[in-house]
């Protein structure tokens, strides 16, 4: 199972790397595009990262190092704990997260291709209820509030980038 699952994630990262380096992003890792989908938008400190993606502190200050070098995110003094540090999406990171969503779509649409729309939307309902046991949570409608978050992150994003079309929606 682990195998299989590992090839099929191949898929994933063999599209996307292919569409990111279209785009003209070559020199990134998967663990920088997973620590920044995890940024709220008025920033997250390290330690709040290390909670929600189950690493530790050195670890996300390590992959911050790395984007902060790259110009994805700042850091900043935390405004009530001086200290703890934000962590904030740069305009280049917010254009480098939304090539990165586009990514997901391509990669969608591949399996689409490959099993089929009906079998597709199996698998993720199959993927979700293993992730959900694992996780031990129950299967949730989004909320509200959540809604709204990942609302006005996007939005953020998209502020962040009006100036800069994106590579992937250039037209060639």
């Given at each position: ?74 850091t900043e003094k935390h405004p ?93």
């Amino acid at each position: 199972m682990g195998r299989l699952l590992s090839r099929a994630f191949r898929i994933v990262v063999d599209v996307s790397s292919q569409k990111l380096a279209e785009a003209g992003y070559e020199s990134y890792r998967l663990s920088h595009l997973v620590l920044m989908v995890h940024i709220q938008v008025d920033g997250s400190t390290i330690n709040e990262l290390a909670a929600s993606l189950g690493i530790t502190k050195q670890a996300v200050s390590k992959i911050v190092k790395e984007l902060q070098e790259q110009g994805y995110v700042e850091t900043e003094k935390h405004p009530d704990d001086a200290r703890s540090v934000l962590v904030k999406i740069t305009n280049k990171g917010a254009r480098f997260t939304l090539e990165w969503q586009y990514c997901t779509k391509v990669v969608d649409q591949k399996f689409e291709e490959i099993l089929g729309s009906e079998r597709l939307e199996q698998l993720k309902d199959i993927l979700l209820d293993l992730a959900d046991y694992h996780e031990n949570k129950l299967k949730e409608e989004l909320t509200e509030a959540s809604e709204g978050r990942r609302t006005q992150w996007l939005d953020m994003l998209q502020q962040k980038t009006a100036n800069y079309p994106l590579q992937s929606t250039k037209k060639k």
